[in-house]
């Protein structure tokens, strides 16, 4: 996959530039440009460093030159530290001077509004004219901890250098995490600064921090992506070689869409994201806390073969919180094997738990930790371990550290450590980050870590599969078919509703089983029509005055033969007129007999900014309570389909439950594959579903029942 | 309340003690006796100390006895450090010497098996011979840090004198938070490790610390509780006083019981747990970091007076991320009024946003944030407030923690702090903690911190109200029912089902409605019995080798009179005959017509610790997968019907849900009512299950279609 991954060469001056002119450098100790300054010089940066600043002078023993054109070789990276309004014509003279990237770092444009919107898109503009690449504006700028290069005007010192690399939209987060991470003693590679985004954007850093030697683990804090599909392209390849962990906030500006579907009442803008993630590897975490917790484990330890934990403490109550969070976590206790148990019996005293968890008592050695790690590592049905040193009262956690530390670098399996307390583990601590072993305060986090591992490790074993184009289509037909209906919704501005027959005509154009109901007038129609749909048929009083239609033997099932129908028909007409003689009849409706089966819903939308999504789950009238559905980008891979089946009690279902029958699951697959292909064809469909799609049992296929279908007159983006 | 809650004056002693002694006091630096002893004097505990050591000598400056009947006045508590086999002898030699309260440290004795347990038992009937209290065995001890005294034998030095009292059944636990709480600043009042609970329980130690005047919130790590009804009871009564958070571990262990019902198999341990936290008002935390995060929030901060909260930030995306997680956490973002907005504008640049969240820009000064936060919460939409200190270029979280502090103090309403990132906030977090306002380093913490207040003023609002006991019920015949079955349960020890007949009786001896099915064999008996149950009614072939019984007119719906219920049951064995001569028809089945209506599930069973459960939810066949299913105590409090109905999709969509009518909320009340109070009066009753309970439209009552019920020979223990 790695050749797959390329740096777009135009970004090379942002994360190797050769020299950098600073332009509104200041003396000022209260400025900004006088922060930078001072961070590019004692950051050790490696390359040339020049500062401009129209009043001159010299700062920090360098000459300030007055204007970027009289700035010396080599140059291809400017900092532009100068309010808003100044940003254009300095653009224009780096362009000028052949300087190919900037980072602009002032606030003052898209984010106040229309005039600093345009001022942005005048930058654009002349970046654009000049071959110039701009990081921001808006932006704290970017940092390399290895090369090294720091070129924010964050506080100093810089946080130190490390494997994990940290993008952010958000300036003020970038400036906390730093902080935090020196606090926390986390090491990073990289800080990117994405700002506005008017030109390099989330998806465009992806591949240089792929690529950078000194990246394990690249976190992501985002509050959108600009364009859905290329980011999860990118993200997607990179994934394969370092893990992606992001923070995506903005949940709550979700905003209540005007929507007519269960399907876009159900898909919020997370819906698509959280699709987006699954389709990439993309590991998605619920707080910053979480992200960088789950990024050192990433970053320092092998993966798990499985998900079967080892737990190793020495007071019994830790212990029992960790297997309560692994459980919670989708993982399990290993079940150690006799020899194992036997091996632990010869290390502790006889009162120990010799059992998963394993509790060696209060009275555990650095002996015993390590000897009983290595046990339990060594036992086959063991995947990772989960070591817990809560404060002893006879044992500092620093020699237990020493102990376990060459233990965990002979194995190739996982462990994470809870290191319990804070000034009596000290010492511990920074053993255990030396050796690069994650280490956490609380065995719910350690447990976590594992689980997130196992998550990684499950999605490098899924094989790299593109979505298959659905052949057997006739996407003619349905162009035909919406082309009125687009023309009514371009006109109307709104989305406009299609017409029962069109969907079902729609359906069938992409292969999709439907239930035709057809009123009969005559016996003979009815045989007619029953020989076009197949027998066995249902016969049922086409009527609104007639209620209670079985009871008064309106209705007639499982017809077999033509004899039967023709027959049928009238029995049909006349039930109904000897039990009602003054009912309204206006004929009877004839559909195929559809056997027992079990109910779900299918259901596409076109999401802003990722394109067309599926959904499936629980069906029927409760869909929006019940919130049994998944959603997944179209078109589908069969594993985002088996993903859908798996992680919904409606999918579960199908394999069969209790008395209930398995019911036939491959049509499942068929029906959401050319929805989702359908969805993809037409970015104009704005929302389609299925609520029920009736399942059969196995080999007997599904039949859509009811379906809804709306068009927009615009398209939105797709992919 | 407060009169309610009483001091048991046995437990004087360990919390005001005149004068102790320490038995096993040991001059070897790394012995346990050694460490309590220093502990003792280091700890200025302001009573007696006394050392006890057969070796005899001195201590730490102090006279060691070499035997406790040695010891002059005064000693009310003996603290025994000693291995487990010497407790026996030396808890005679403390009863003897008058002493009423014994703290035993040592391990040895249930934790490690039978023989352990043994000595247990044998230290128990000593103490209670000689009226001595026992803390443990197996226990790290007691700390008053106000008194003060340290009689544990942590590490110094102890944490800081605060609010907030630590209950813990696990030692190491003690230790860890010990620690962790220095390295947080986190001040504690009393710490109590309970051990192995010989004697003194968890329901024991609230009341004392309910009436400590410097514990200001109660936190419990719990494994489980001994006795579950009188934990509720003690905890409801402290919980109206002062918070209790409680860590439940355990769940792991739930371990798979054989259960015959939907109700059993949903019904772990955990689900007894939160029904009693919920009646006893115990808030219950996932992870140790949320029970103190929570317990800091409880002790300092004024409760809101509702859910809607103003976020205060310079940053945008943290603002975001706090919005997000307050929403996650069921509070609302509070809408600004007009004249708020119109403060705002006066003290912030036209560029910074003045509706919730409040974003100053990163040029916020210290008075900006203080004017702001006084501005909003003097709004009266605004309950409370969340404010995000991320790390500002120009200006320190110290000014800005002083300019806010002041502002808090002058509200009423609860004000919870976020500070980013970590060294360049210490100061701030000095001044919070100095002032007793709680902060955070993340928005999510400090969100979640504010929706314990919202849930704490909830429980507070919720009035004091006991299980109305149901006075029109049959107990006795109940009992007659019973008894047979009972008696077989005994003789086989195993759970016995109960013949359908007999749990009809049962729930019509309690008032609960179910539908009744009777077969008849003549036409005449037909009548007879539609007369007594009433109709409409329906009758239904009775015949196993039949299928599809509506379609060949096995089938009568909604017979209105004598003679259509006569006539009825000779056509419907007409029309079998006619369809299938073959057929083996032993009658027809009469029942009354049911109209449409709702399902839902009703089911009660018996837990080991809290005894009676009534449970409810979504019912059918699908219960345990959907799992949309509440747990309360039995007998059960109207608000705790409110609460399953509320809380559960099953209890929402009885107040109708698009095209479903209402249904008839009241009648599922009565059955809730009546089905809790069946199962606590009869403990026997090891499970039984309405499932469904079908619920008829508003006025139209509730019908038990399907019931199961077993009952077990030893009725478990109940309140």
Redesign the interface.
């Known amino acids: 996959m790695d050749e797959e991954i390329r740096l777009d060469p135009s970004l090379t001056p942002f994360f190797n530039p050769q020299g950098i002119a600073l332009i509104g450098a200041s003396a000022n100790p209260?400025k900004?440009g006088y922060?930078l300054a001072r961070n590019l010089i004692q950051g050790n940066y490696p390359g040339a460093i020049y500062f401009v600043n129209p009043k001159g002078g010299s700062l920090l023993g360098r000459k300030v030159y007055t204007n970027i054109l009289e700035v010396p070789e080599p140059v291809d990276l400017a900092i532009l530290l100068v309010p808003a309004p100044y940003i254009p014509n300095l653009l224009r003279d780096c362009g000028r001077r052949g300087i190919s990237a900037a980072i602009i770092g002032a606030?003052?444009f898209r984010?106040?509004?229309e005039a600093g919107a345009a001022l942005e898109e005048e930058c654009v503009a002349i970046a654009r004219k000049y071959f110039i690449r701009l990081l921001g504006p808006n932006c704290i700028g970017i940092m390399d901890t290895h090369l090294p290069l720091d070129a924010t005007?964050?506080?100093p010192p810089p946080p130190r250098p490390g494997d994990v690399a940290f993008v952010?939209?958000?300036?003020?987060?970038i400036?906390?995490v730093?902080?935090?991470?020196?606090?926390?003693d986390l090491g990073l590679s990289r800080l990117i600064s994405l700002g506005n985004q008017a030109d390099i954007c989330e998806a465009d850093v992806l591949a240089p921090l792929a690529l950078d030697a000194h990246t394990r683990v690249i976190t992501l804090?985002l509050?959108g992506v600009r364009d859905g599909r290329r980011f999860v392209r990118e993200a997607a390849k990179v994934a394969r070689v370092k893990p992606i962990v992001a923070l995506k906030?903005?949940?709550?500006?979700s905003g209540q869409r005007a929507v007519a579907s269960h399907t876009g009442a159900l898909a919020g803008r997370e819906s698509a994201f959280n699709a987006a993630f699954w389709r990439a590897g993309v590991i998605r975490a619920?707080?910053?806390?979480e992200m960088f917790d789950w990024a050192r484990a990433l970053a320092w330890s092998p993966l798990p073969k499985g998900r079967s934990i080892a737990i190793l403490t020495?007071?019994?109550?830790?212990g029992?919180?960790a297997?309560?969070a692994?459980?919670?976590n989708g993982m399990r206790?290993a079940e150690l094997k006799p020899e194992t148990v036997a091996r632990l019996r010869q290390i502790l005293p006889a009162?120990a738990s010799f059992y998963n968890p394993v509790d060696m008592?209060?009275t555990a050695t650095p002996e015993q930790y390590a000897a009983c790690l290595q046990a339990m590592l060594e036992d086959g049905g063991v995947h990772g371990a989960l070591v817990i040193v809560?404060?002893l009262?006879?044992q500092a956690a620093g020699a237990i550290a020493k102990a376990l530390i060459p233990v965990i670098y002979n194995s190739d399996k996982p462990v994470a450590i809870t290191l319990?307390?804070?000034?009596?583990?000290q010492e511990a601590i920074e053993h255990f980050r030396a050796a690069r072993i994650p280490e956490y305060?609380?065995p719910?986090r350690a447990a976590s870590a594992l689980a997130i591992l196992a998550q990684r490790a499950d999605f490098l074993a899924r094989p790299v599969v593109d979505p298959q184009p659905v052949e057997d289509i006739d996407r003619e037909k349905v162009e035909r078919l919406l082309r009125p209906y687009l023309e009514e919704a371009k006109a109307s501005g709104t989305t406009v509703p299609l017409p029962t027959e069109v969907v079902a005509q729609i359906l069938e154009a992409y292969g999709i089983p439907t239930l035709a109901v057809q009123l009969v007038r005559t016996a003979q129609e009815a045989v007619q029509v029953a020989e076009r749909m197949g027998y066995p048929v249902v016969l049922k009083v086409a009527s609104t005055t007639v209620t209670?239609k079985?009871?008064i033997?309106g209705v007639?099932?499982?017809l077999l033969d033509a004899d039967s129908v023709a027959q049928g028909f009238e029995v049909v007409l006349q039930n109904v007129s000897r039990a009602y003689p003054e009912a309204e009849v206006e004929g009877v409706y004839l559909q195929r007999m559809l056997p027992l089966g079990q109910e779900v819903i299918v259901g596409a939308i076109q999401d802003e900014q990722f394109g067309a999504l599926v959904m499936f789950g629980s069906g029927g009238?409760?869909v929006e309570?019940?919130r049994?559905v998944g959603f997944a980008l179209a078109p589908i891979t069969d594993h985002e389909i088996e993903h859908l089946l798996s992680t919904t009690?409606a999918g579960?279902?199908l394999c069969g439950?209790?008395?209930?029958p398995p019911a036939d699951r491959q049509a499942v697959v068929e029906v959401l594959r050319r929805v989702a292909q359908l969805a993809a064809d037409f970015p104009q469909l704005a929302e389609i579903e299925i609520n029920p799609l009736k399942v059969f049992e196995e080999g007997k296929g599904a039949t859509a029942i009811d379906v809804r279908a709306r068009v927009k007159g615009e398209s939105s983006s797709s992919a």
Do not use: C, K
Request: hydrophobic share 40%; proline share 6%.
């Open positions: 209260n900004l922060a606030g003052g984010e106040t509004g005007f964050l506080p952010s939209h958000s300036g003020a987060i400036a906390a730093v902080d935090w991470a020196r606090g926390q804090y509050e906030v903005g949940r709550f500006a619920e707080t910053s806390e020495s007071a019994g109550g830790p029992v919180t297997a309560d692994l459980e919670a206790l009162a008592l209060a809560p404060p009262p006879m319990m307390g804070d000034r009596l583990i305060r609380f719910e209670h079985s009871d033997g007639l099932l499982n009238v409760e309570a019940l049994d009690w579960r279902r439950y209790r008395n209930l």
